[in-house]
Structures are given as C-alpha cells and as structure tokens.
C-alpha cells in the first residue's frame, strides 16, 4: 500500500513525489513513456519570473520563483545553474510595461557587459530590456532526481478503482491518495469542465562557435553556452497534438523556426543540431495552475441543492473523488511552479492547509455548471 500514487512524471508530479518521500511517506509514480518524457522534457527549464503588468498570475510567478531559485540551491545545487538572464521587449508597448516591472520590482537590476550587447541584433537592443540573477536546471536530470525515493513504473495507467477507502492503479497497486499530473495528455479520469489547452514544444540543442553567457528570453528561450552547447526552444503549435492528431510531427521544420527566431536575438554562427526535445505542455483557459480536489461533476449536478451553491459559490455541498487531486496548467513555468505548487499541494493533503480557491478546480466546476443550467 502507497500513501501516494502519482500518474505523471513530469516537473509537477515529480516535484510532489520529492515532497510527499520527504515527509516520510510512501510513493509510486507512473508514466506511460518515461520521467520528463513529455512537455517538461522539452522545456528550456528557465527559472524566471514573469515580466508583465500587475496581476494574479504575474504575483504568483514572482513568488514561485524566489521560492524556486531557493529550493534547487538548497535542494540540488548541482544541477542549478547560476545564470543572468537578459529579457528584451520586442515592440514599444512591451517596452512601457517592462520599464514599469522594473520601477516597482524588488528584484535587484544587473548591469549588462557591453561585450554582450555588441552580440545582440540592433532590435533586441532597440527596446527596453531587463537583466536580473536567476537560473537554468537540466529537465530531465532534474526530474529524475526528484522521484529518486519514490517507486518508478513505466506504464500507461489505464484503470483507477476506488474500493474499501482506497485506490487501485491498473489492478494492482493500492494507494491511499492519488494525483493526476498528465497535463495535456489524455488523463485516466475526465471532467467535462476541465479543459486543458495542449501547447506542443519543440526544444533544440546545438553546437555553436558563438559564446553566450546569458540566459535569453525574447522572441524565444536561448540558454548560455555550456561545453559548447545552446539550448533553444521552445516552440508553441497549439495545434498539433501526439494523441489526437494523425499528421506525424515535421521536426526539421520546427529547427528551422527556432533559429530563425533565435537569429531576431543573436548572431549564431557553426550551427550544429545536437539534439531535438519535444512534447506536450498544458495551460488552463485563465493562465492559472490548477491544484486541488476533484469535483464528480454527475453527482454534484444531481444535487437538489446545487443551483443555490453554483450561485453562492459555495462548495460546502459538492461530490469530490475521495483522496484524489489533480496538479496541472503550469504552461511555459513549469520549472518555476514546479516545486512551489507541490508544496501548496502536500500542505493540503497532509497539513489540512486551505488552497486558495484560485487555484482549485472548484473554479472552473462553479463556471462550467453555471452554464449547465
């Protein structure tokens, strides 16, 4: 018997993993093609906030990432890279909202080497830009490290019972708890007011001639030099879904749109492909990371009582899955959301701690069944 059983071994699942076998219990994940096999995989793994305007979503961000940079030093250092990372705005009107971001930010403003500037194409220096400290994890490595303590099982989940207060993953493992981390994959239980948008990502590695010491992010994510090696990506076709679209994905048209866009930033020169990362990332429809209990959507419909709390948004007298929760919709941050939202998550199920309702999938049950009736 598992305390937990996660489906799904990308950034969010494995960072709950870490949390849940640091807090002494007992934990299996599975994922049906490998730890970090899907969005997480192909993201550059940036650590950094969010440069916008005031918001929800631009707050949490903010917090997830001091937060975050803290909890890999502490955590995993060795697989933490130290970097600057270089932001530059594209057109005038981002330029205004980045001058703001900088006026009222507490980040500290870092001094860009001129020897760095005279690399950068005249637009990329043309707008506004910001340079701040923050850092750059290996995805995989990080992920792999993350689940170490807990039981790994490459499998497709395709069975979930509940049965004498707890569950039974594909007829054979029992756990107390169980989270779904699929993302935008097809996930075991679906909810007809969960709707994920499936964003697919296309990363490059390559050998280059050209040194960079910055972590850059413009019209895409370039990674400082490392053993001679550039990551670029990722790439967003909103279109394209492994699971649900039967053209095969054209990987040598997507390396030709990540130089190109990479090219609007900085001059590459010996351009060599080392190698392609891709998959899918997930994104709610209001941009927020979805974490929390499972509304039954048919049993909490059904009940007599349920126009009045739809109203009130009052979710006293909603059906849930007993023990199950979902963690999901971290988009492009999931590197920096990652190990923040897991904690937000193992406080709740462990320590009783309120999630913010925010954040919960209560939000979108209330919006969805408002429109039921």
């Known amino acids: 018997m598992y305390d937990l059983a996660i489906i799904g071994a990308g950034i969010n699942g494995t960072s709950v993993a870490y949390e849940f076998a640091k807090a002494g219990k007992k934990v299996i994940i599975f994922d ?3 730890v970090a096999s899907g969005g997480s995989g192909a993201a550059g793994a940036f650590i950094a906030p969010k440069f916008s305007k005031e918001g929800e979503l631009k707050e949490l961000l903010n917090d997830a990432f001091i937060y975050s940079m803290k909890f890999y030093e502490q955590n995993f250092p060795h697989l933490l890279k130290k970097i600057k990372l270089f932001h530059s705005t594209t057109d005038e009107e981002s330029s205004k909202t980045l001058e703001a971001y900088k006026k009222n930010t507490p980040l500290k403003m870092k001094k860009v080497s001129e020897d760095f500037l ?24 990080m992920c792999r490290a993350l689940c170490k303590n807990a039981k790994y099982i490459e499998q497709k989940v395709k069975s979930l019972i509940f049965e004498d207060d707890y569950w039974v993953v594909n007829e054979v493992y029992s756990a107390k708890n169980i989270l779904l981390a699929t993302g935008a994959y097809d996930a075991v239980i679906k909810e007809p007011y969960i709707k994920l948008s499936g964003v697919w990502g296309h990363r490059i590695d390559i050998k280059t001639s050209t040194k960079n010491l910055y972590s850059i992010h413009r019209d895409i994510s370039i990674s ?37 866009k990479a090219e609007k930033t900085i001059k590459l020169q010996d351009v060599e492909i080392v190698k392609d990362f891709t998959g899918l990332r997930s994104g709610s ?19 007599k009582n349920i126009r009045y709390e739809i109203e009130s948004s009052n979710t006293s007298s909603y059906t849930y899955y007993p ?3 979902m963690i999901n919709g971290s988009g492009g941050y999931g590197f920096v959301l990652g190990p923040y939202i897991a904690k937000i998550l193992k406080e709740h199920i462990l320590d009783a701690k309120e999630i913010s ?3 919960s999938p209560d939000r979108f049950f209330t919006r ?3 429109k039921s009736f």
């Open 224 to 260: 400082p030099s490392f053993d001679g090696v550039i990551a670029i990506g990722a790439t967003h076709d909103v279109h394209y879904h492994p699971q649900r679209t039967t053209t095969a994905y054209d990987p040598k048209k997507g390396r030709i749109e990540l130089l190109a």
């Open 357 to 359: 309702k925010r954040l």
């Open 323 to 325: 023990n199950l929760y």
């Open 368 to 370: 969805w069944a408002k």
């Open 32 to 34: 049906m093609d490998g």
């Open 285 to 303: 429809t209001d941009y927020m990371p979805i974490i929390g209990s499972l509304v039954i959507s048919k049993e909490t419909l059904a009940s």
């Open 118 to 141: 005279n690399t950068l194409s005249p637009s990329a220096k043309e707008y506004a830009h910001i340079c701040i400290d923050a850092g750059i994890v290996n995805a995989h490595a």
